[in-house]
């Protein structure tokens, strides 16, 4: 379970990373797209723009491990409370649905 959560992490810095780079390529080069489109598309680059900075803060700090840690001790009571395998299951869940919104979901936006 440990190098899933270590997997998740990473996966996670990544989506977050790739996520903030996608927003400011799809607002270089506008479509059309209406306002509500192009409004929701600037707040999510905002968001990940702010999330792009805390990681690259933590790097600089050496304070990548806290989260790791804070996935792991969240882990761990889930795999107290529903078992090992439903918690991977629970957690593999979780990855899915972070990748999804921090990549199709500028996609999605843009075409509003």
């Known amino acids: 379970m440990k190098s899933l959560v ?3 992490v990473i996966l ?3 989506a977050t990373l790739a996520g903030c780079a996608f927003c400011l390529v799809l607002l ?3 479509q059309e797209r209406s306002f509500l489109g192009f409004a929701l598309l600037i707040l999510l680059t905002f968001s990940q723009v702010i999330a ?3 990681l690259i803060g933590r790097w600089l700090l050496g ?3 806290e989260k ?3 996935m792991q001790q ?3 009571r889930w795999c107290e409370a529903f078992g090992e395998k439903t918690a991977g299951r629970i957690f593999a869940a979780m990855l899915v649905a972070m990748v999804a919104f921090k990549l199709a979901l500028p996609a999605a936006l843009n075409r509003i």
Do not use: K
């Open 6 to 8: 270590r997997f998740g």
């Open 12 to 14: 996670h810095h990544m």
């Open 28 to 30: 270089a080069f506008p």
């Open 52 to 54: 792009s900075l805390e």
């Open 63 to 65: 304070r990548l491990d």
């Open 68 to 70: 790791e840690q804070r």
């Open 74 to 76: 969240s882990v761990s």
